[in-house]
């Protein structure tokens, strides 16, 4: 099991979650961060500060943004598991679910 970002961080990249995340296992895309499913150790400790609260664990994915789950496992099919996040940076690519996203408006 696994935490899951959601289509809530698409365009928001807050990153407050990053800084929390004591095992280095989130990632950024172009347009949202990823949570890779081999390295997280599921502490829970993004999901409370997420300021969009799009971060569950994998069995409360709400059914609207179940893709996402795919979305981040998926993301990282071509990177394979590189043992931490700051090691590669911001990558310039997003699973296609969300590539294909209009740009999500600021509430």
């Not at 095992?23 to 347009?31: L, P, Q, W």
């Not at 569950?56 to 893709?67: A, G, N, R």
Request: proline share 9%; charged share 25%; glycine share 6%.
């Amino acid at each position: 099991m696994t935490y899951v970002i959601a289509q809530p961080c698409v365009d928001v990249l807050d990153k407050a979650c990053i800084e929390e995340c004591p095992v280095d296992c989130i990632y950024e895309g172009k347009r949202m961060l990823y949570i890779h499913p081999d390295e997280c150790v599921d502490c829970g400790a993004c999901e409370p500060v997420c300021p969009v609260e799009a971060i569950y664990y994998e069995d409360d994915l709400p059914e609207q943004w179940s893709e996402y789950y795919k979305a981040n496992v998926e993301f990282f099919d071509e990177i394979g598991s590189p043992g931490g996040a700051s090691k590669v940076g911001q990558l310039d690519t997003d699973h296609p679910v969300v590539a294909k996203l209009p740009p999500q408006a600021e509430e």
